[in-house]
Structures are given as structure tokens and as C-alpha cells.
């Protein structure tokens, strides 16, 4: 068990590594520097290059990566010169913002599509399974900004149910129910987004796994027992193919930061995926940086967090 | 008596060779009706794009009229006009056009990649095998939209060619994997021993022998890939990474609705792009789903 876990994180180090030397290529050939912004009509162009020179600008790239990774290691990111604070305090804030919505769009996700999946799988062939085979292939042909904006057009223009934008409303003061109840209304619209976007997966795994362990043997002798079908579902089938389930749990993370580039921005949701568009527009490096690299470390943990769950949940993928 | 022989020799023929693969698909899709309307709704649909772009002249469409200023859908204008009073309707087909064409390139350059890479390395495994299997690995940890989108912003030639080939560069992946393992299971076949033993060279016994046995599984992917690239370009265009702002997309019309006024009161700006893509999708998603069943024997409904 630990051995895989062990092994498992030992094969991030050198993704890690090859990802942050790519962010720091890409970086070198981003136009400008941290200096540019400090520039004004006034400015000796000879104190900004003693600056560059301070900085250790034109020291040979391996110096200038090393530096740039053991800051970075450190959670230093150096300064954001668009909103005027430390890329790790911004990253920070919008970063919890973000993880609150992936939270209750996991929850929202699994509350869908375990009942969905059960039902297909359960009663084959009947009008709800083919109602719901038809909704996982909607929900997976259909882009993500397609229906985020039908969405937030319906519920938040047309028949205004959910605010349009933001996190919180002013009026509720921090720690109040108000407040917290403000928060969790201005994160429903986006997290239904996600859930019914992320939900094809887990049905159509969930649908094929019962349809197959139907047939299985196991299933033969708790019938020829005498065991009532409900009985055989809830305590055999069930448990046998809701387990895998929970490995997808960190594909889903992966998908989510995918798809919050696209949610954050329509839903005016300022996490981290908005962070990301606003410092592109703004050409903020320090923050496209210090994202890019904090969200190739969140995917790789969430497949790591999938392996992890899968050795645990089925013992025959250990390595011993 | 010549009738019954001929008969007899027909059923003789259907019994001794099992249908081919173009016999299957057309089988599978004469029993599932929705397969066939959205095969038909397709060809129609990107024939109509096609044939009515040629007809749009581009310099008059971009012109900018600001007496037609969000002109609603009217005699005018059929489906209204944008904030520059440029006709929606055509820059809709346009956009059309320019979508689809991008997404067949992507798909045929990431194909063809993903092809040939997935039966060299399934066919020899080894060292070739490690090496591209450590780079697919590493490429599909990456969050690769964000460095679309950063790539997109720091090209200094930035045009509609760099745009493809940096989409190419991160979507052969799934293509490659997928006929890696196929390929793999394929090589350990008696058939290519045989080949080998008689000593067939591995150029041919790859492209002559085995790529032939994958071709229905390789028309699927590049099916699917196909609805995910006019997917991922015209995200991409929505957000305003996609396309050079001269060559407009369907993402590009979408894109004007991130201006609430436009979302919440024009509707005809935004809901006709959007609605086209999503026939689109799911059109082109649904074909491919009913290749892949006709392709695999115990999901095939005739």
C-alpha cells in the first residue's frame, strides 16, 4: 500500500520538474520584465538596466531557473505589478473562492449522476434509462461555455433566480448565516454547471458495471439463496460498483480546473480560472506563472489522488 | 429455376463472406433512425455553410455601419445585426465555415501524428515505446488549456496556421494512445509472425497489414476528435483566444455575449452561434458513437 503511494510520488518529481523548466521557457519569451511596469517618462533607462543587473537579468538561464524554482518552492512568486500585491496572497484568496465552488460542484456532481447511473443500470432498457442515456450524451457533447451562458442567460436574466455575478452580496457582514447563506446562493448557478457537465462518466461507468453484474455468478447464488432482488442490488451490486466511483474523484478535480477557466469567467466568479483570463488581458506574468504552475501541480495530484483511492478501494493494482 | 439458383447463390455468398465494414456502418445506421437524421442533418447543414459562403463577400460584411447598431432580426437584416451593424447571418456562416475547415485540419494533422506515432510504438514497444509513453504521460498531466492560451498569447506571428499547429501540438495525444494499444494487441497476432517470418519489412507489415485492420477504429476517433476540436477552437475563440480577430469563428459570435446587455437583450447576436454549435456537437458526436457501435460486434443493433 504505502509502497505504491510511495512509488506513485516519486514519479511526480521529474513531471514536476520538466513542467516548471516548460513555465519558465514560456516565461522567457514573454515580452517585457518585472521592470517594465516601474518605467515612466522620468526614468533613467541606465537605473532600470542596474536593476535588471541586480536582479541577475542577464545571469545564464540555469542560474535564473534555479533561482526562480527555490522561490517558487518557497510559495514565492514575486509581486503581481496589475493588482499591487504578492502573487501568493492574490492566488491565495481567489484559490479558496475556487475551492469552495469545486466542492459543492462535486458534491452537486455525485448527488446526479450515482442515483442517475444506478437507475439506468438497474432497470435496462426501460423509458428512465433511455431518458437518462440521453441526458449523459447530451451533457458530454455539449461545450462547457454553450451552457454556461444558456444558463446563466435562463436563471439569471430570463427567470432571475440566481444573482448573475459575484461571490457574496454586501449587505451580510462575514460570519453572519446571512452572509454564509449569500455565499452558498451566488455558488449554486456555476456549480450545477459543472455537475451536469461532469456527471457522463460516472453514469455510463455506473450503467455498464450494474448491466454487467447482473450476469455475474455472485449475484446467481444470492438469488438461488432466496435473496429478494432489492436486497441483491442494494447489498451486492451496489457496493461491488459504487467503490471504483471513488477513484474518479480526482479526474474530477482535473476537469474542474479545466473547466473553471470558462465557468469563473461567464459567471463573473472571481477564482482562479477568471485570475488567469484577467492576468493574460493584463500580460501580469508573475501570475500567469505562478497559475499555470500551481494548476499542472493540482492535476497531477489529482491523478495521484485517483491512483491512491483505486490501490485502496482494489488491492490487486497494489504493488508489493 | 433460374430465379430459385440465383437465390440460392445469393444466400450462399451472404453466408460464406461476413459483411464488410462499409456494409456494417450502413446496416447500423439504417436501424438506428436518429443516427441517420443527424448524418443527414450534417452533410446539409456543412453543404448549405459551404455553398452560401461562397456567395458572402467579406470586405462588405466587415464594413462597419453604425446606423445598424444592434439592428434586430428584420427585413434588413435576417438575423439582426452586431454592435458594428454587421450583418449576423453571415458572419454566422463564415464563422461556420472557418470553425469546421480548422477542425478538419486539426483533426487530420493530430490523426495522422497520432497514427503514425501509436503504431510505431505499439508495433516495436521497447525503448521507442518507453520513451513516447514518458512523453504522452507528461503531456496529459498538463493543464493544457492554460497553455494554449499562454502559447496563443506570446507567439509574435500570431495567424491562423499557428493557431492550428499549436492546437496540434497537444491533441495527438488521445489519438496516439488509443492506436498504441490497438496496435500492440494487433502485432502479437499470428498473421504478422507469419509476415514477419517470410520476412516482410516492418514499413510494410505497420502500414499494408496492420494499420488496414484498424481503419474503423481509426474513422471513429477521428470522428469524435473532429466534434472535440470544432469544441475546443471555438471555446478557445469564445473566451478571445481562438482565431485572429480577421477570421471570424462561431466562438467569436458567442464571445459577445460575455457583455451582459448583449447576453440578457440581444439575443439573436449570441443564440444562433450557440445553437449551431450545439447541433454541431452533438450531431457529429452521435455519428460517431453509432460508427463505434457498428464497429464492435456485441453493441451493433442489425
Keep these: 500500500m504505502w509502497k505504491t503511494i510511495i512509488r506513485r510520488i516519486l514519479i511526480m518529481i521529474p513531471q514536476l520538474f520538466v513542467l516548471s523548466l516548460l513555465i519558465f521557457i514560456m516565461a522567457k519569451f514573454m515580452p517585457g520584465d518585472p521592470f517594465t511596469g516601474l518605467v515612466t517618462p522620468d526614468t533613467d533607462p541606465n537605473r532600470i538596466e542596474e536593476l535588471r543587473i541586480q536582479a541577475g537579468f542577464y545571469d545564464p538561464w540555469y542560474e535564473q531557473y534555479y533561482r526562480w524554482i527555490t522561490n517558487a518552492l518557497q510559495g514565492e512568486f514575486g509581486d503581481s505589478y496589475s493588482f499591487q500585491v504578492k502573487v501568493s496572497t492574490l492566488i491565495g484568496e481567489r484559490g479558496l473562492n475556487t475551492l469552495w465552488l469545486s466542492l459543492l460542484s462535486v458534491t452537486l456532481l455525485y448527488a446526479i449522476a450515482i442515483p442517475l447511473g444506478i437507475i439506468a443500470g438497474r432497470y435496462q432498457n426501460s423509458l428512465p434509462d433511455k431518458l437518462i442515456v440521453l441526458y449523459s450524451f447530451i451533457s458530454y457533447a455539449i461545450p462547457t461555455f454553450v451552457l454556461a451562458l444558456i444558463f446563466l442567460f435562463l436563471f439569471g436574466y430570463q427567470y432571475p433566480i440566481f444573482p448573475t455575478s459575484g461571490t457574496v452580496d454586501v449587505q451580510y457582514d462575514p460570519g453572519t448565516w446571512g452572509y454564509f447563506w449569500s455565499k452558498v446562493y451566488h455558488l449554486l448557478l456555476p456549480a450545477i454547471t459543472y455537475a451536469i457537465l461532469g456527471t457522463t462518466t460516472i453514469i455510463q461507468y455506473l450503467r455498464t458495471e450494474i448491466i454487467d453484474a447482473k450476469r455475474m455468478d455472485y449475484v446467481k447464488t444470492a438469488r438461488s439463496k432466496g435473496i429478494p432482488i432489492s436486497k441483491v442490488y442494494t447489498k451486492h451490486i451496489f457496493r461491488n460498483s459504487l467503490l471504483p466511483i471513488a477513484a474518479f474523484f480526482g479526474f474530477t478535480i482535473t476537469g474542474l480546473l479545466g473547466g473553471s477557466v470558462f465557468i469563473e469567467t461567464i459567471f463573473g466568479f472571481p477564482g482562479m480560472g477568471q485570475l488567469f483570463i484577467n492576468a493574460i488581458s493584463a500580460r501580469d506574468y508573475s501570475v500567469i506563472t505562478a497559475l499555470v504552475m500551481l494548476f499542472g501541480f493540482l492535476t497531477l495530484v489529482g491523478s495521484l489522488l485517483s491512483d491512491i483511492i483505486m490501490s485502496i478501494v482494489d488491492p490487486r493494482i497494489r504493488i508489493e | 429455376m433460374t430465379k430459385q439458383v440465383e437465390n440460392a447463390a445469393t444466400t450462399e455468398s451472404m453466408i460464406s463472406s461476413p459483411p464488410t465494414g462499409f456494409q456494417v456502418i450502413m446496416r447500423e445506421f439504417k436501424k438506428d433512425k436518429l443516427a441517420m437524421f ?265
Design chain 2, 38 to 302: 443527424s448524418l443527414i442533418v450534417l452533410v446539409v447543414l456543412i453543404l448549405g455553410i459551404f455553398i452560401a459562403s461562397a456567395f458572402i463577400d467579406k470586405e462588405q460584411m466587415m464594413r462597419i455601419s453604425l446606423r445598424d447598431k444592434y439592428a434586430p432580426p428584420g427585413d434588413d437584416f435576417i438575423l439582426g445585426a452586431d454592435h458594428g451593424g454587421r450583418s449576423i447571418m453571415e458572419q454566422l456562416i463564415l464563422g461556420a465555415k472557418n470553425s469546421i475547415l480548422i477542425a478538419i485540419t486539426i483533426t487530420f494533422i493530430t490523426g495522422i501524428v497520432g497514427l503514425v506515432i501509436g503504431l510505431i510504438t505499439g508495433y516495436f514497444g521497447g525503448f521507442i515505446d518507453n520513451l513516447f509513453m514518458r512523453i504522452i504521460d507528461f503531456f496529459m498531466t498538463l493543464p493544457t488549456i492554460m497553455i494554449i492560451i499562454v502559447f496563443v498569447t506570446i507567439i509574435p506571428k500570431y495567424n491562423v496556421t499557428t493557431f492550428i499547429l499549436i492546437l496540434s501540438i497537444f491533441l495527438w495525444i488521445g489519438t496516439a494512445r488509443l492506436i498504441r494499444s490497438k496496435s500492440l494487441t494487433e502485432s502479437r497476432r499470428d498473421y504478422v509472425s507469419a509476415s514477419k517470418t517470410m520476412g516482410t519489412r516492418n514499413s510494410v507489415i505497420i502500414f499494408k497489414e496492420i494499420m488496414p485492420n484498424l481503419s474503423s477504429i481509426i474513422i471513429i476517433e477521428m470522428t469524435l476528435n473532429f466534434a472535440g476540436n470544432v469544441g475546443i477552437e471555438t471555446a478557445l475563440s469564445f473566451l478571445g483566444f481562438g482565431l485572429p480577430p480577421s477570421t471570424p469563428s462561431l466562438g467569436t459570435l458567442v464571445n459577445y455575449a460575455i457583455n451582459p446587455e448583449v447576453l440578457s437583450t440581444k439575443l439573436w447576436i449570441w443564440a444562433p452561434a450557440s445553437l449551431l454549435i450545439l447541433v454541431l456537437m452533438l450531431g457529429i458526436n452521435y455519428v460517431g458513437q453509432a460508427l463505434r457501435r457498428s464497429a464492435d460486434v456485441r453493441q451493433r443493433l442489425g
